[in-house]
């Protein structure tokens, strides 16, 4: 064991901030911040959140179909999804990472993550964060609110790493439920909670009561147990462990629940979240679902970031990430070369892939009246590749990864989070120390996020369909969304990198079974945006609709450009549109102008910012803004966009409502909420 040791120390010294260990395994109290290791924070612009790296695109297919037919027809088709929620697509975030995301406490949220949240919530009414992982396991809570120093509500006891993972415990103070209280009192964001597992004999179920304490109608599940397929390999259970005793062991916490008048057990639990270490049919041949009926408010799986002892001592998995980057992180696994997986990513099959092994499960889970959530997963494990997990590239993968994973009866499917050493992060803020004069990193899996969205809508009733499109061609998906048997919006990628325009396709749609010479059969017109970039090996500046949230340290959240929704003329004789499709980019058709207005003919309130020297950022934001900013569609003000450089790029906030007064400091990289009434 001593060898491991030595070897798990200097591998964190010598790699971990410049490459990318899970965020657990940093040794440090501050993922975010560049402090703990002075290689990378000298070397900043190398961390692996910005690293420089680009691959070259995969070459121009020879062979590619340009022209295809597809067609969606009224009163629904064979095949069609369940019924999709809007906040589908969500994000996971690991428990100690939540303060350098979202704020230092509850009177201290970050406001340029405020702002990519109003984009999303703008679009899809409701989002969805599991916030758990690995830290999980050992957090604790001290009901002190004033535990930690500078209202801090998480620290990490390193002093008390003993477990094989070192993920140090997590210690907690009620605050903590408090910020994410208050962030859903901001906005209609709800959260998957993770609860300590290790220990059953001593369940400790704080984190349920200040969960349902602070949290209320937006606590939507507790996580029960983070990847119990491997807790032997982890040391956490003895050999042999394995579905039927994690089953016995989840009735012991509805047991606990039951006897906890504060922890009143709704129907609230969620399991097995496994990983690939077990089969899953044999949890559900236990009789888990139907023992368990009462409490199971969903089923999950997931696919957690690299656990480092793992790596050491055994082969990389892959997991529910498609592959892996664990060689050149660690040393351990199979040698992979980026670019070499780069086009892996670049084609419809890697979705297919992820997805398939689960549709026995989804299939499954719908007998049993249960949604299905893939917890976490993201590009690769150990932390993603650079030049793949954080380019234009990693955008159209995610989104046709999603797109299919609601087309296979997923009832959501959450982005994991790690700190400034992984390539996959949806957005980074900046290291701590240096959130003065940086802003946020936007990542591909933003962009995603956006588009997916707003595909699917915040209606709850939209239902997706693979097209297996052009033939089945891989490069070039597409799908249809339907609500309440009207196709309303297609999706098409073009995973194609051929900047010449010759690799642009053209789907000619007909809508209403492609009947011609009937009237109202193909609109006249439909409305498309494109999510787009010059190259899929490009590194930030992506577009969705024309609008972007740049490139390093650029954004405070808020959209920059103008929205540009472009229309195309259909052909009503020959009952067709033909829709172009440039390589590469993802296209969002709206059938009729419902289908548009419903996603987006709301703007999204957003929380400006007004810079006044590159060093200090304030502005203030009214009480009403913030109390109609939770998806809700009437929120009044213009679609908060901004341009760099501009002179004053406050904008839509500016009446104040008598009694609170909210100042946002971007010095600080965080609102601070000061008023009675929080
Ligand atoms: C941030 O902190 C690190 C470690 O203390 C230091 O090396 C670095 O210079 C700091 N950066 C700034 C901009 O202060
Ligand atoms: C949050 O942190 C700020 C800055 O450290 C502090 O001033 C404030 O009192 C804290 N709020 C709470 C509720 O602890
Ligand atoms: C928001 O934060 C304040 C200060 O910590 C707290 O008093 C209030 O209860 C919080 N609101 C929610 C909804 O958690
Ligand atoms: C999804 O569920 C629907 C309804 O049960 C079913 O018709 C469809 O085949 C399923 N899709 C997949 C890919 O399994
Ligand atoms: C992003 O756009 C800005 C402004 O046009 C430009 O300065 C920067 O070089 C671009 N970055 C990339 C990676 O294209």
Redesign the pocket.
Known sequence: MVSWKLAFGLSLSAQAFVQGVTIHHVPGQDPFAATTATAAAAAYTGAAAYDPTTLTPPPVPTNLNKNFQLSVIPGGVPGLSIKVPGRFFGFSVEMSVVEHLFGK???FIQVPFLNLMANILSRSGSFMIRVGGNTQETAEVTHDFDAFPNGRVMEKDLSGVTNPTQTPPLLITP?YL?LL??I??LMNIDWYLGIPFFDVANLKLDIVELGQQ?LGKHLIGIEVGNEPDFYVSHGHRAEGYGPPNYVDEFGQVVSAMNNDANAANRKLLIGPNVDLNWNIQDVWDTGFVDRYNENLVALAVERSVLHLSFLIFNQCRLGRYPTDNCFAQFGSGTPRNAQDEFPKYLTHQSGQDMAGPYLASTAFAQTKGKPFLMFETNTASCGGFAGISDVFGAALWAVDYAMTMAHSNFSGIMFHFGGQNVFYNPFTPPPTNQSAFHQWTVGPIYYSALVVAEAIGSSGNAQVIDLVANGGELLTPAYAIYENGQPVRMLLVNFVDDPSGNSDITASISVGGGQTGVPGATPASVKVKYLRAGSVSQKGNYTWAGQTWGDHFFSDGRPVGEEQIETVNCDQNAGVCNIPVHAPSVALVFLSDDAQTENNGQPSTTFATTARTKTFNTASVDDAVLATSNGDKDAGSKLGSTSKGSANTAQGISAHLPGLSVVLSLALGAVI?SGKR?
């Open positions: 406490n509850s009177t605050g408090a209280g208050n859903s009192s602070y909420l929080w």
